[in-house]
């Protein structure tokens, strides 16, 4: 079954600190995986893109890493800021014949001052 | 901004009833895509246009259907509905090309059935 475990589940962090959020994934065929970043009552907004090939990607603070074989992703936020605080979300997308995205749940993260 | 416009922001509606969301997406982009957000559910995948054409299908109701049109704009039909449909739907879009593109998503239209 295709599938996308996300965790933690929810993680508060004090400003300046950095963490990382971990995405498994048992979907396949594997197409590419996306992380996003979803303010509470706003759509998601893209933060990488990752194919097959790719191993890592960046986009200012965050980075994302890609490990095809473990079928595992992360995503490493440097020097957290109080407006990193947000549902980070992974979504693995199949290529089926025609493309299928399945998401992951979601971690909540939480930023302190 | 993203440049996608979802409207209506809100719509209350009754269990029975039938609905319309419409979708504007950014200029150039050619595909549009729709997704249910519900508390229980998370995001789902619903379905996928691209430049009139459906491409791809997720977990898309019977009692739901889309179209998009030739001006690009996409609307998502909800049909004879049921108290769990209340959910977020959101549209994105994204420019042609290879199927890497970022998709660019609306904020959503809030649907809740009474």
């Known amino acids: 079954k295709n599938q996308v475990e996300q965790s933690p589940q929810s993680l508060i962090i004090l400003e300046g600190k950095n963490c990382t959020l971990q995405?498994?994934?048992?979907?396949?065929?594997?197409?590419?995986l996306r992380w996003y970043k979803q303010d509470t009552g706003r759509g998601p907004v893209s933060l990488t893109i990752?194919?097959?090939?790719?191993n890592t990607k960046s986009n200012g603070r965050y980075t994302a890493t890609l490990d095809a074989d473990t079928k595992q992703s992360s995503l490493h936020i440097t020097a957290s800021q109080l407006s990193d605080s947000a549902s980070y979300i992974c979504?693995?997308?199949?290529?089926?014949?025609?493309?299928?995205?399945?998401f992951g749940t979601g971690t909540r993260l939480k930023v302190l001052a | 901004d993203s440049g996608v416009t979802q409207t209506p922001k809100h719509l209350i509606t009754a269990t029975g009833q039938r609905v319309t969301l419409r979708c504007s997406p950014r200029?150039?982009?050619?595909?549009v895509y729709w997704y249910q957000q519900s508390l229980d559910q998370g995001l789902q995948f619903l379905i996928h246009?691209?430049?009139?054409?459906?491409?791809a299908k997720g977990n898309i109701l019977e009692r739901f259907s889309a179209q998009q049109f030739p001006d690009l704009h996409s609307e998502l039909n909800l049909s004879s509905l049921e108290l769990g449909d209340s959910a977020l739907y959101f549209c994105?879009?994204?420019?042609?090309?290879?199927?890497?593109?970022?998709?660019?998503f609306g904020d959503g239209t809030r649907l809740s059935i009474l």
């Open positions: 200029s150039g982009d050619l595909s």
């Open positions: 995405c498994n994934y048992t979907v396949s065929p594997f197409s590419n």
């Open positions: 979504v693995v997308s199949a290529q089926l014949g025609t493309y299928k995205y399945i």
């Open positions: 246009y691209y430049n009139g054409e459906e491409r």
């Open positions: 994105a879009s994204s420019p042609p090309g290879r199927a890497n593109q970022p998709q660019h």
């Open positions: 990752m194919t097959f090939s790719e």
